[in-house]
């Protein structure tokens, strides 16, 4: 079965920081690339962040470029997201997802695809963050 279980989520200050994790679980972590995703109330689904299976290709939605970094350990299993000079509009529930499974799982979608949430196969539960202002 396959598991993906997001922590490090909290309530934050406007500029202050916080680190998610996504551990995986039921695949090959290694064969996949990862994404971020996040929600805010009212609000439709979108992507945050890309990373391949060997990290050597990043994505980021232009709002967070320069205060998000993604990265992953394919010996743990485990995808991070550092967010620092976060803004009360980073405020939203994030989830992490698996590339689906396909012969270019190993890669993330190409833009303008990159965060097509039916391109995604796996995902957690979700982490809140709600930065304060």
């Known amino acids: 079965q396959v598991k993906l279980v997001e922590s490090g989520g909290g309530l934050v200050q406007a500029g202050g920081s916080l680190r998610l994790s996504c551990t995986v679980s039921?695949?090959?972590?290694?064969?996949?690339?990862m994404a971020w995703f996040r929600q805010a109330p009212g609000k439709e689904r979108e992507g945050v962040s890309c990373?391949?299976?060997?990290?050597?290709?990043?994505y980021y939605q232009s709002s967070v470029k320069g205060r998000f970094t993604v990265s992953r350990s394919n010996t743990n299993n485990t995808m991070y997201l550092q967010m620092d000079s976060l803004k009360a509009e980073d405020t939203a529930m994030y989830y992490c997802?698996?590339?689906?499974?396909?012969?270019?799982?190993?890669?993330?979608?190409?833009?303008?695809?990159?965060?097509?949430?039916?391109?995604?196969?796996?995902w957690g539960q979700g982490t809140q963050v709600t930065v304060s202002s």
């Open positions: 039921g695949l090959v972590f290694d064969d996949y690339a």
């Open positions: 990373i391949t299976w060997n990290s050597l290709r990043l």
């Open positions: 997802a698996a590339a689906a499974p396909g012969h270019s799982k190993s890669e993330c979608p190409f833009e303008p695809e990159t965060f097509l949430s039916n391109l995604y196969g796996y």
